[in-house]
Structure formats: structure tokens, C-alpha cells
């Protein structure tokens, strides 16, 4: 695994003479301190799965809402439709949770010199607190999400280094007495072959902090690769995309997703006075 990764973060700076500012959020499982910019709307609608033998979960669809309160806050709503299916191939749906959150990129470093913008920002800082409440249906004594209520707090950050950028995460999971505390860390680079189209790769890690009961800690360390597209002239509408899988050997009894996948649209749009920090 540890081979596996230094050849990834070796690969990555052979394709990145070319980079343009890595952005996470969706289609990835890592976030970035990037914000929509001021009064800009950003939607994603995606279908996300996430498959072990034993135990898998889809939401159809996630729809996460973005807004920009002024150049580095973000507020974000995230409803979601949810199925899984359990160790006994039996799949169940219904309405999913709903995820606050508010970023705010309290820190920026840009080249000396030039005019302030994303083009010339070589750090940032940032952090993007959230609560994941459910919903007042059957979904949890269905065993389709998890019990609420969560409380993510994650360090959030861009750097360039040289013609690379990169994008990294580090936050804590706050559980509750069914659900584990756990921690995320997520790193992704990439870059833009044109101005319609980016690739990036990225490595994730969620790990409890602590085992629940008898039963043994969970671990997904997962790759993937995926990327947007825009669709028209204008660059309001995006093809968002990923594919990737556990680097773990996966086993009924694990985390470990035999494949995960995202394909969704990101819509942009709000008045014409977008702000340059994006």
C-alpha cells in the first residue's frame, strides 16, 4: 500500500507541468477552501455509490446546494435520496440525511506583486464545519443511514508547488453513542488539458477513531480519478465524474469499497459581478 502511494504522488507531478488550480468538493470526497464567490450559486446533482459485498450504499440523488456570502463564505444544504443494500442482498430506500455546513477561507498568499486572483494564489487556508442530521423518517431503524446526529470539523487547504497544486483535508468525524468517531484525510492533484475539461486524482482515508462495542474498527483508504466537463459556452453547466476503489483487500467485513463512483451536474450560476476568489 505504502508503494502504491509513493508511485501515485511520484505520477502526479509528471502531469502537472500544465496544472491548473486543483478544486475538491464534488465530484470527490475531499474539500477545498474554495468558495462559489460573491452572491454565486453553485448546485451538484450526482448519483454517488459505494459498494462492498456486504454492505453498500447509493444516494439517488445528492443535491448539494452552495451559496456565496461575500468572496471566502460558503453555505451549504444537502438533502439526499438514499438506498442500501445488507449483508443479505436486500436493498431498502427512502429519504436520506440532510448535511449543514458553513466554509469559511480565512486565510489567503498570493504571488508578490500582482493583482489579487485564484490565478495568483499560491496558499490558502480554510475550514468547512458541518452537522448531518436525520430526518424524520424510518431510514435509520431501516438500516438504510446511519444515526444522527454528526458533526464533521475539518483544516482545509490549496498550495502550489512549482506548477503542481494540490488540495489536502484533515477533519474529525464527532459521533454519537451508535456511530464511531472517525478521522478523514483526503489529498488531490490533477490539472486541465483545455479550459472545458479537468482530470485530477485523489487519496482518501477514513478510519475510526474507535471500535463500538465488540465490533472491530472500520477503515476505507480509497483512489479514484474522475474530473468535469463543461457542456456549453458560457461555463454554467458541468459534467462532474469519478471512479475508484479501496486499496485494502476487501472483505465482507470491512469498509473497503470494491468501487465507488460519482456522475453528476454542477450548475453555476448568480449576477454578473462574480467575485475573482472562486
Not at 488539458?193 to 465490533?215: H, K, N, P, W
Amino acid at each position: 500500500m505504502r508503494r502504491f502511494i509513493q508511485l501515485f504522488l511520484l505520477f502526479v507531478p509528471l502531469v502537472g507541468a500544465t496544472l491548473a488550480p486543483a478544486q475538491g468538493g464534488p465530484p470527490f470526497i475531499t474539500d477545498d477552501p474554495g468558495t462559489p464567490g460573491n452572491r454565486q450559486w453553485e448546485i451538484n446533482v450526482g448519483w454517488i455509490g459505494n459498494h462492498n459485498p456486504a454492505h453498500a450504499s447509493y444516494q439517488l440523488p445528492n443535491i448539494d446546494i452552495n451559496y456565496g456570502w461575500g468572496d471566502r463564505i460558503q453555505l451549504m444544504f444537502s438533502p439526499y435520496l438514499a438506498a442500501a443494500t445488507d449483508e443479505n442482498n436486500t436493498t431498502r430506500a427512502g429519504l436520506g440525511e440532510t448535511v449543514f455546513g458553513v466554509k469559511w477561507r480565512y486565510f489567503e498568499h498570493h504571488s508578490a506583486g500582482q493583482h489579487k486572483s485564484d490565478e495568483n494564489m499560491n496558499f490558502s487556508l480554510g475550514t468547512y464545519p458541518q452537522v448531518t442530521i436525520n430526518n424524520p423518517t424510518s431510514t435509520v431503524r431501516r438500516g438504510i443511514v446511519e444515526p444522527g446526529p454528526q458533526y464533521y470539523l475539518p483544516a482545509e487547504f490549496t498550495a502550489k508547488w512549482g506548477p503542481i497544486d494540490f488540495n489536502g483535508e484533515v477533519g474529525r468525524w464527532i459521533g454519537n453513542h451508535n456511530v464511531p468517531d472517525r478521522w478523514g484525510r483526503g489529498l488531490i492533484a490533477g490539472h486541465e488539458f483545455c479550459e472545458r475539461l479537468e482530470l485530477y486524482g485523489e487519496i482518501y482515508d477514513l478510519q475510526d477513531v474507535s471500535r463500538m462495542g465488540t465490533a472491530p474498527k472500520q477503515r476505507a483508504l480509497t483512489v479514484d480519478v474522475g474530473g468535469r466537463q463543461t457542456l456549453d459556452r458560457k461555463g454554467h453547466l458541468r459534467l462532474l465524474f469519478m471512479g475508484g476503489r479501496g486499496i485494502h483487500a476487501v472483505t465482507r467485513q470491512n469498509s473497503e469499497p470494491d468501487w465507488m463512483a460519482y456522475v453528476g451536474v454542477q450548475i453555476l450560476f448568480g449576477p454578473n459581478e462574480a467575485s475573482e476568489n472562486k
